[in-house]
Antibody, heavy 119, light 110 residues
Framework: EVQLVESGGGLVQPGGSLRLSCAAS????????MSWVRQAPGKGLEWVSV???????YYADSVKGRFTISRDNSKNTLYLHMNALRADDTAVYYC?????????????WGQGTLVTVSS | QTVVTQEPSFSVSPGGTVTLTCGLS?????????PSWYQQTPGQAPRTLIY???TRSSGVPDRFSGSILGNKAALTITGAQADDESDYYC??????????FGGGTKVTVL
Protein backbone atom coordinates (compact mmCIF):
# COMPACT_ATOMS: atom_id res chain seq x y z
CA GLU A 1 0.00 0.00 0.00
CA VAL A 2 1.26 3.45 -0.91
CA GLN A 3 1.34 5.53 2.26
CA LEU A 4 2.94 8.61 3.79
CA VAL A 5 3.24 9.23 7.53
CA GLU A 6 4.43 12.59 8.86
CA SER A 7 5.95 13.20 12.28
CA GLY A 8 7.99 15.78 14.14
CA GLY A 9 5.46 18.53 14.68
CA GLY A 10 5.03 20.29 17.98
CA LEU A 11 5.29 23.56 19.86
CA VAL A 12 8.35 25.71 19.16
CA GLN A 13 9.27 29.25 20.15
CA PRO A 14 9.63 32.01 17.56
CA GLY A 15 13.10 31.90 16.07
CA GLY A 16 13.42 28.20 16.83
CA SER A 17 13.96 25.19 14.60
CA LEU A 18 12.14 21.97 13.90
CA ARG A 19 12.57 18.99 11.59
CA LEU A 20 9.56 17.27 10.08
CA SER A 21 9.76 13.73 8.74
CA CYS A 22 7.62 11.94 6.19
CA ALA A 23 8.08 8.18 6.04
CA ALA A 24 7.02 6.60 2.78
CA SER A 25 5.93 3.03 2.12
CA UNK A 26 4.94 1.31 -1.10
CA UNK A 27 7.18 3.43 -3.31
CA UNK A 28 10.67 4.95 -3.36
CA UNK A 29 11.03 8.58 -2.31
CA UNK A 30 14.25 8.75 -4.32
CA UNK A 31 12.46 7.97 -7.59
CA UNK A 32 9.73 10.54 -7.21
CA UNK A 33 9.11 14.23 -6.85
CA MET A 34 8.06 14.89 -3.24
CA SER A 35 6.34 18.00 -1.88
CA TRP A 36 5.41 19.71 1.35
CA VAL A 37 2.15 21.64 1.64
CA ARG A 38 0.90 23.48 4.72
CA GLN A 39 -2.40 24.79 6.02
CA ALA A 40 -2.64 27.47 8.67
CA PRO A 41 -5.57 27.15 11.08
CA GLY A 42 -8.80 28.04 9.28
CA LYS A 43 -6.93 28.92 6.09
CA GLY A 44 -6.33 27.37 2.70
CA LEU A 45 -3.58 25.13 1.40
CA GLU A 46 -0.16 26.63 0.67
CA TRP A 47 2.51 24.89 -1.41
CA VAL A 48 5.82 25.01 0.46
CA SER A 49 8.54 23.04 -1.29
CA VAL A 50 9.41 20.22 -3.68
CA UNK A 51 12.41 17.98 -4.20
CA UNK A 52 12.83 16.34 -7.58
CA UNK A 53 14.06 12.78 -8.08
CA UNK A 54 17.29 14.27 -9.42
CA UNK A 55 17.74 16.26 -6.23
CA UNK A 56 16.77 19.77 -7.35
CA UNK A 57 14.85 21.70 -4.71
CA TYR A 58 12.41 24.59 -4.91
CA TYR A 59 10.67 26.74 -2.31
CA ALA A 60 7.81 29.18 -1.89
CA ASP A 61 9.02 32.73 -1.35
CA SER A 62 7.50 32.67 2.15
CA VAL A 63 9.97 30.00 3.34
CA LYS A 64 12.97 30.45 1.04
CA GLY A 65 16.18 30.78 2.98
CA ARG A 66 14.60 29.41 6.18
CA PHE A 67 13.35 25.93 5.20
CA THR A 68 15.29 23.09 3.59
CA ILE A 69 13.77 20.02 1.99
CA SER A 70 15.82 16.83 1.91
CA ARG A 71 15.48 13.06 1.83
CA ASP A 72 17.22 9.98 3.16
CA ASN A 73 16.98 7.29 0.51
CA SER A 74 18.12 4.54 2.89
CA LYS A 75 15.24 5.36 5.22
CA ASN A 76 12.82 6.16 2.39
CA THR A 77 12.00 9.35 4.26
CA LEU A 78 11.43 12.97 3.27
CA TYR A 79 12.35 15.82 5.61
CA LEU A 80 11.58 19.49 6.05
CA HIS A 81 14.11 21.38 8.12
CA MET A 82 12.58 24.59 9.42
CA ASN A 83 14.68 27.41 10.90
CA ALA A 84 13.92 30.93 12.07
CA LEU A 85 10.33 29.94 12.66
CA ARG A 86 7.70 32.66 12.89
CA ALA A 87 4.16 32.74 14.20
CA ASP A 88 2.82 32.67 10.66
CA ASP A 89 4.52 29.30 10.08
CA THR A 90 1.94 27.77 12.42
CA ALA A 91 0.12 25.19 10.33
CA VAL A 92 -0.57 21.56 9.64
CA TYR A 93 2.20 20.35 7.37
CA TYR A 94 1.41 17.67 4.81
CA CYS A 95 3.80 15.73 2.64
CA UNK A 96 2.65 14.42 -0.72
CA UNK A 97 4.08 12.58 -3.67
CA UNK A 98 4.22 14.84 -6.72
CA UNK A 99 3.36 13.20 -10.02
CA UNK A 100 6.44 14.54 -11.77
CA UNK A 101 7.35 16.53 -14.82
CA UNK A 102 4.23 15.81 -16.91
CA UNK A 103 1.79 15.15 -14.12
CA UNK A 104 1.91 17.45 -11.12
CA UNK A 105 -0.75 15.59 -9.15
CA UNK A 106 -0.15 15.54 -5.42
CA UNK A 107 -1.09 12.02 -4.42
CA UNK A 108 -1.09 10.41 -1.96
CA TRP A 109 -1.04 12.78 0.99
CA GLY A 110 0.02 12.08 4.53
CA GLN A 111 -2.25 12.75 7.46
CA GLY A 112 -0.37 15.92 8.42
CA THR A 113 1.59 17.08 11.45
CA LEU A 114 0.83 20.25 13.39
CA VAL A 115 3.51 22.87 13.97
CA THR A 116 2.72 25.62 16.45
CA VAL A 117 5.08 28.57 16.74
CA SER A 118 4.38 30.47 19.94
CA SER A 119 6.10 31.78 23.04
CA GLN B 1 3.44 37.73 -7.84
CA THR B 2 0.74 35.80 -9.69
CA VAL B 3 -2.29 34.88 -7.65
CA VAL B 4 -4.44 31.82 -8.34
CA THR B 5 -8.09 32.75 -8.02
CA GLN B 6 -11.08 30.65 -6.96
CA GLU B 7 -14.62 31.58 -5.99
CA PRO B 8 -14.85 31.78 -2.19
CA SER B 9 -18.10 29.85 -2.04
CA PHE B 10 -20.81 28.15 -4.04
CA SER B 11 -24.16 26.66 -3.16
CA VAL B 12 -25.73 23.82 -5.12
CA SER B 13 -28.95 21.85 -4.74
CA PRO B 14 -28.81 18.10 -4.35
CA GLY B 15 -28.73 16.62 -7.85
CA GLY B 16 -27.65 19.93 -9.31
CA THR B 17 -24.56 20.93 -11.23
CA VAL B 18 -21.89 23.38 -10.16
CA THR B 19 -18.73 24.53 -11.93
CA LEU B 20 -15.83 25.86 -9.91
CA THR B 21 -13.08 27.80 -11.65
CA CYS B 22 -9.37 28.34 -11.16
CA GLY B 23 -7.86 31.41 -12.78
CA LEU B 24 -4.84 33.66 -12.74
CA SER B 25 -4.65 37.25 -11.61
CA UNK B 26 -2.71 37.84 -14.78
CA UNK B 27 -2.98 35.64 -17.84
CA UNK B 28 -4.85 32.52 -18.87
CA UNK B 29 -4.74 29.01 -17.50
CA UNK B 30 -3.89 26.29 -20.01
CA UNK B 31 -3.08 22.62 -19.74
CA UNK B 32 0.59 23.53 -19.49
CA UNK B 33 -0.12 24.65 -15.92
CA UNK B 34 -1.08 21.02 -15.12
CA PRO B 35 -4.14 22.07 -13.12
CA SER B 36 -5.22 19.67 -10.42
CA TRP B 37 -8.11 19.69 -7.97
CA TYR B 38 -8.41 18.51 -4.37
CA GLN B 39 -11.34 17.99 -2.02
CA GLN B 40 -10.96 18.55 1.70
CA THR B 41 -13.37 18.10 4.58
CA PRO B 42 -12.65 19.57 8.03
CA GLY B 43 -9.90 17.80 9.92
CA GLN B 44 -8.95 15.60 6.99
CA ALA B 45 -6.07 15.56 4.55
CA PRO B 46 -6.88 16.65 1.00
CA ARG B 47 -8.10 14.06 -1.47
CA THR B 48 -7.00 14.17 -5.08
CA LEU B 49 -9.88 14.50 -7.52
CA ILE B 50 -8.51 15.62 -10.88
CA TYR B 51 -5.01 16.06 -12.30
CA UNK B 52 -3.50 17.17 -15.62
CA UNK B 53 -6.65 19.20 -16.29
CA UNK B 54 -9.14 16.36 -16.72
CA THR B 55 -7.80 13.01 -15.47
CA ARG B 56 -9.82 11.60 -12.59
CA SER B 57 -7.83 10.10 -9.75
CA SER B 58 -8.44 6.46 -8.88
CA GLY B 59 -11.79 5.90 -7.19
CA VAL B 60 -13.19 9.35 -7.94
CA PRO B 61 -16.80 9.22 -9.14
CA ASP B 62 -17.43 10.31 -12.72
CA ARG B 63 -19.72 13.10 -11.52
CA PHE B 64 -16.46 15.03 -11.04
CA SER B 65 -14.89 16.31 -14.23
CA GLY B 66 -12.16 18.76 -15.12
CA SER B 67 -11.69 21.02 -18.11
CA ILE B 68 -10.41 24.33 -19.40
CA LEU B 69 -13.25 26.83 -19.76
CA GLY B 70 -12.22 30.01 -21.47
CA ASN B 71 -9.12 31.23 -19.67
CA LYS B 72 -9.59 29.16 -16.52
CA ALA B 73 -9.39 25.59 -15.32
CA ALA B 74 -12.73 24.25 -14.16
CA LEU B 75 -14.08 21.52 -11.92
CA THR B 76 -17.67 20.48 -12.57
CA ILE B 77 -19.76 18.44 -10.17
CA THR B 78 -22.74 16.93 -11.97
CA GLY B 79 -25.51 15.49 -9.82
CA ALA B 80 -24.20 16.89 -6.53
CA GLN B 81 -24.62 14.75 -3.44
CA ALA B 82 -24.68 15.71 0.21
CA ASP B 83 -21.20 14.33 0.83
CA ASP B 84 -19.80 16.62 -1.86
CA GLU B 85 -20.12 19.43 0.67
CA SER B 86 -16.42 20.26 1.14
CA ASP B 87 -13.67 22.73 0.40
CA TYR B 88 -12.17 22.44 -3.08
CA TYR B 89 -8.69 23.61 -4.00
CA CYS B 90 -6.93 23.92 -7.31
CA UNK B 91 -3.18 24.09 -7.77
CA UNK B 92 -1.26 25.31 -10.81
CA UNK B 93 2.33 24.61 -11.76
CA UNK B 94 3.94 27.97 -12.50
CA UNK B 95 7.22 26.65 -13.84
CA UNK B 96 10.71 26.82 -12.35
CA UNK B 97 9.67 24.29 -9.75
CA UNK B 98 6.98 26.45 -8.20
CA UNK B 99 3.33 25.53 -7.65
CA UNK B 100 0.62 27.78 -6.27
CA PHE B 101 -2.71 26.86 -4.69
CA GLY B 102 -5.87 28.83 -5.13
CA GLY B 103 -7.63 30.14 -2.04
CA GLY B 104 -10.23 27.37 -2.14
CA THR B 105 -13.98 27.23 -2.74
CA LYS B 106 -16.40 26.16 -0.04
CA VAL B 107 -19.24 24.18 -1.61
CA THR B 108 -22.52 23.85 0.25
CA VAL B 109 -25.13 21.33 -0.84
CA LEU B 110 -28.62 22.40 0.18
Amino acid sequence: EVQLVESGGGLVQPGGSLRLSCAASGFAVSSNYMSWVRQAPGKGLEWVSVIYNGGSTYYADSVKGRFTISRDNSKNTLYLHMNALRADDTAVYYCARDGGAYNRALDPWGQGTLVTVSS
Amino acid sequence: QTVVTQEPSFSVSPGGTVTLTCGLSSGSVSSSYYPSWYQQTPGQAPRTLIYTTNTRSSGVPDRFSGSILGNKAALTITGAQADDESDYYCVLYMGSGISVFGGGTKVTVL
